[in-house]
């Protein structure tokens, strides 16, 4: 029997996409049915997806380390992974902080009597430390606190290593079970073009045309942004530590691009961005540890998502911020993107946290909720971009360095 050619995933996702806004348009005097019958299916598409991404990131970051068997190499790619991570996200907010202050001047300033503007409060940043560290087995995996289940997943990964020999059927396991959830997560994103219709429909249907109107500023400054970003630090990173040319970096990583802009999730783009590395020549095992990682923790388009929005946020609202006050949102922001799940709409969540540590009001989120889908499909764009060019760079040094070992 012949078998039916079938149209890749990202095509069938992008003609969603696209379906999804025209029926959402069709059904504007009708948000109640496109609310009730449609909106449902999103979310169930979306409740597969946060069920997947605990055992996904536990079982993937353990399958990494174990596959290096070398604590020595573990050491070596985390420490150089964090470090990019960390200052790629800074630089990341510094861009969206110096986008969103060029832009200011087309930002609306709302008519607000009352300003419920209050005193800067102190960034949590020692309680959002003591919080990465779990203090249960359990809870950590059921409440899906993603910071924890790294720790985890790290810790249990470097304990293997050590334990040698008597470890081995576990390792067995950790590897058959990370086969079974990539299985798994493969299922539930062929499930992706009729999520990505049913989330995109009732946003189009309930705020129609509008939603790109008045918000059209603020939506141009994250995306001249995003690309900023990704076509100055991401072509540089790769360029000069990754030994490869810009343009055959995006050419490579343009399929997850594109499932990244229709899912908005960086965890559901994860087995395709780890083909696509592959596919550029990063190390498979480094891979595995850098992807997984990068999908919860690296999240440059959100930091630079919630640095355009807090000046936008604050200048709706008429206020000015103060130099202190950008340094503060630079550390905020930094620990929220590292706190950022990735799946749809997490880092609107984040907003109120970089908000709140500036004093800003909180009800600000609801200038740009109503469109915080269009920025959430650029800034998993540019989040799992981060992470590819991550890869492609710790594998590059690695080799260098093994030949260097070797000679
Ligand atoms: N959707 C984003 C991601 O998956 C996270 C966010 O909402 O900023 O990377």
């Known amino acids: 029997m012949k078998e039916k050619k079938r149209l890749p995933l990202a095509t069938q996702i992008f003609i969603a996409l696209v379906l999804g806004i025209i029926t959402g348009l069709c059904l504007q005097s009708h948000v109640e049915y496109a609310e009730s019958y449609i909106k449902p299916f999103g979310t169930i598409f979306l409740n597969l997806l946060k069920f997947i991404v605990v055992p996904i990131v536990l079982f993937s970051i353990?399958?990494?380390?174990?596959?290096?068997?070398d604590i020595k190499k573990v050491g070596?790619?985390?420490?150089?992974?964090?470090?990019?991570?960390?200052?790629?996200?800074?630089?990341?907010?510094?861009?969206?902080?110096?986008?969103?202050?060029?832009f200011k001047r087309f930002f609306p300033v709302l008519e607000t009597s009352e300003?419920?503007?209050?005193?800067?409060?102190?960034?949590?940043f020692m309680d959002t430390l003591v919080g990465i560290f779990p203090s249960n087995f359990i809870a950590p995996l059921s409440e899906a606190t993603?910071?924890?289940?790294?720790?985890?997943?790290?810790?249990?990964?470097?304990?293997?290593?050590?334990?040698g020999d008597e470890a081995a059927p576990a390792v067995k396991g950790i590897n058959s079970f990370n086969s079974i959830f990539m299985k798994c997560m493969?299922?539930?994103?062929?499930?992706?073009?009729?999520?990505?219709?049913?989330l995109i429909c009732p946003v189009v249907a309930a705020n129609g045309a509008a939603i790109l109107g008045s918000l059209a500023a603020v939506l141009l400054t994250a995306y001249i942004c995003y690309i900023t970003h990704m076509v100055l630090v991401?072509?540089?990173?790769?360029?000069?530590?990754?030994?490869?040319?810009?343009?055959?970096?995006?050419?490579?990583?343009?399929?997850?691009?594109?499932?990244?802009?229709?899912?908005?999730?960086?965890?559901g783009t994860l087995p395709i961005n780890m083909k696509g590395c592959e596919k550029m020549g990063a190390d498979k095992?480094?891979?595995?540890?850098?992807?997984?990682?990068?999908?919860?923790?690296?999240?440059?388009?959100?930091?630079?998502?919630?640095?355009?929005?807090?000046?936008?946020?604050?200048?709706?609202?008429?206020?000015?911020?103060?130099l202190p006050q950008m340094l503060t949102i630079i550390l905020t922001a930094t620990l929220a993107s590292i706190g950022t799940a990735g799946v749809p709409g997490a880092g609107m969540v984040m907003l109120a946290m970089v908000l709140a540590s500036v004093g800003l009001?909180?009800?600000?989120?609801?200038?740009?909720?109503?469109?915080?889908?269009?920025?959430?499909?650029?800034?998993?764009?540019?989040?799992?971009?981060?992470?590819?060019?991550?890869?492609?760079i710790v594998s590059n040094m690695e080799k260098k360095k093994a030949i260097k070992k070797n000679a």
């Open 361 to 392: 009001p909180l009800d600000g989120i609801a200038l740009v909720a109503g469109v915080d889908r269009i920025f959430d499909m650029g800034r998993t764009v540019v989040n799992i971009t981060g992470d590819a060019s991550c890869a492609l």
């Open 115 to 124: 300003l419920s503007y209050e005193a800067p409060a102190g960034a949590p």
């Open 62 to 69: 353990m399958a990494g380390i174990i596959s290096m068997s």
């Open 76 to 102: 070596s790619i985390g420490v150089k992974t964090i470090i990019y991570y960390l200052c790629t996200t800074a630089v990341a907010i510094v861009i969206g902080l110096v986008g969103g202050n060029l």
């Open 285 to 322: 095992e480094i891979t595995s540890f850098v992807l997984p990682l990068g999908a919860t923790i690296n999240m440059d388009g959100t930091a630079i998502y919630q640095g355009v929005c807090v000046i936008f946020i604050a200048a709706c609202y008429g206020i000015n911020l103060t």
């Open 234 to 267: 991401y072509s540089l990173a790769v360029k000069s530590l990754g030994g490869m040319k810009a343009t055959d970096f995006f050419k490579g990583q343009l399929p997850a691009m594109i499932f990244a802009f229709s899912s908005s999730s960086s965890v």
């Open 146 to 163: 993603m910071l924890q289940v790294i720790v985890m997943a790290i810790l249990i990964g470097i304990a293997i290593i050590l334990v």
């Open 186 to 198: 493969e299922m539930i994103l062929k499930l992706s073009p009729i999520g990505v219709f049913c």
